[in-house]
């Protein structure tokens, strides 16, 4: 019979980030390298696109190395990795060899909320969260959801159109039934399982959805980009995407509660300790620990393996493998 890992006796709540850890980023990784290569040519067919974005990710993100760096400097969103790849490109002058723009994002040494103010001053896009980072994210958003779905959810026009979408190419990032038999397991043990994605509401539930897991997670503590959104505008254009904490306190206190409260530190930390964070990547544990979370480390993201001595070094409560790690016992 399985049962939750014996760890979990000390938690009342499990708050999973998405991609890395239940999802796939793949695509999310291609409809960045997309976008930029758009802005920076254009005018092109966006089959041909389709057909050689492995060949545009490899050179664009420079073998998956400018990634792997942009994570672990707590980059998060993959609008933000955008935003961050093409304003190196746009600083440089690059429009085809993309491993100056590796060297130079490499070489300023800053973690994620320095690098956006660096790059509010320095790249022509402005500032993240500005009009050209807003257009950026439109493109993004043509590529990740295709022509037909973008328009019913965007008015925004699109220059270039002819793209099927990658949302319909979506996967877990380990095999789907044992992705489900661990959420089960830990719902019907009464843990409370929340989500603290990159992604917006729309981009989370329909991987939930169609995947038939939604209803393991507690509606309240499904925080999502569009919940930061909000509360960033709201608030005045604080940077609250992780590595802040946000999103993860707003999973443990529920969606109801005061962002302002939040911000300024007005709730029962005491809930912290009885809080895990479940996430693959660099913006994941600065931003729960930051919260005075415990966080468990899966090795399913960009890094593989090769992230446990990163995880070791921060401070990970936690290492596993993927997610079944929460789980023993036996069928």
Not at 7 to 36: C, H, I, K, N, P
Request: net charge negative; charged share 25%; glycine share 10%.
């Amino acid at each position: 019979m399985k049962k939750p890992a014996h760890f979990l006796s000390r938690y009342d709540t499990v708050l999973f980030d998405m991609d890395g850890v239940l999802t796939s980023e793949q695509r999310y990784w291609d409809a960045a390298v997309l976008t930029v290569y758009e802005y920076l040519h254009r005018d092109f067919d966006p089959s041909w696109a389709m057909d050689n974005v492995a060949a545009l990710r490899k050179n664009i993100l420079h073998n998956d190395e400018t990634l792997v760096y942009l994570k672990n400097a707590g980059v998060n969103s993959n609008w933000d990795t955008t935003y961050a790849v093409l304003s190196a490109a746009l600083i440089l002058g690059v429009t085809d060899d993309f491993a100056p723009v590796h060297d130079y994002l490499t070489s300023l040494g800053m973690d994620a909320l320095e690098l956006y103010d660096f790059l509010a001053d320095k790249s022509p896009l402005g500032k993240r969260g500005g009009g050209a980072y807003d257009a950026c994210v439109m493109v993004f958003q043509q590529w990740f959801l295709g022509d037909k779905l973008f328009a019913e959810n965007f008015s925004t026009p699109q220059r270039l159109k002819g793209k099927p979408g990658l949302i319909w190419h979506e996967t877990p990032v380990i095999g789907l039934e044992r992705i489900a038999g661990v959420l089960k397991t830990l719902s019907e043990a009464g843990l409370s399982l929340g989500v603290g994605t990159g992604r917006v509401h729309m981009e989370i539930t329909y991987p939930l959805d169609a995947w038939d897991i939604r209803r393991y997670f507690d509606d309240n503590r499904l925080i999502t980009y569009s919940e930061v959104i909000a509360a960033e505008r709201a608030l005045g254009g604080q940077t609250l995407t992780k590595p802040h904490p946000y999103m993860f306190l707003k999973g443990m206190l529920g969606k109801d509660y005061d962002d302002r409260k939040i911000t300024t530190g007005d709730y029962d930390k005491s809930l912290a300790a009885k809080t895990l964070v479940v996430g693959d990547a660099g913006a994941d544990i600065l931003a729960a620990h930051s919260g005075g979370m415990d966080f468990a480390a899966v090795l399913t993201g960009v890094s593989g393996q090769n992230a446990r001595s990163y995880f070791e070094g921060a401070g990970a409560a936690y290492i596993l493998d993927d997610v079944t790690g929460l789980i023993e016992g036996v069928e």
